[in-house]
């Protein structure tokens, strides 16, 4: 066999490697569809992740509320920081809610470094 045969047998056998292999057909029946998307769109933990995070989310309020809040109502005595006000603007309540974010949006950046860590996305 020429080198320039060997070379086109090559090339044939790269050609079939590089073609695409015929898809799966669709799942047949409304059962099999369902169980499909259920796991296509790994829909269950979807479901878990969003209510773990409407409980962390109200956790962490609680630990601001609770725990922090008092502790700026020590720094400031005899102020009622909910009650602070400009005019017709809560800012007491809208710094509240900023704290509480912030710790939040703190939290979850911990959570999310420390399962990618562990290798979890």
Do not use: C
Not at 91 to 99: V, Y
């Amino acid at each position: 066999m020429s080198k320039e045969n060997e070379i086109l047998e090559e090339l044939r056998r790269i050609r079939e490697l590089l073609e695409p292999k015929p898809s799966h057909p669709p799942p047949k029946g409304l059962w099999t569809e369902f169980l499909d998307f259920i796991s296509k769109y790994k829909v269950m933990g979807l479901a878990v992740a969003f209510i773990v995070g409407i409980y962390l989310g109200e956790l962490v309020k609680a630990l601001v509320d609770d725990l922090i809040m008092p502790i700026v109502q020590l720094v400031i005595p005899g102020v009622a920081w909910e009650e602070i006000t400009a005019g017709p603007f809560r800012i007491g309540h809208f710094i509240g809610a900023l704290i509480t974010f912030l710790i939040i949006a703190f939290v979850i950046f911990i959570l999310v470094k420390i399962t990618k860590k562990w290798g979890i996305e």
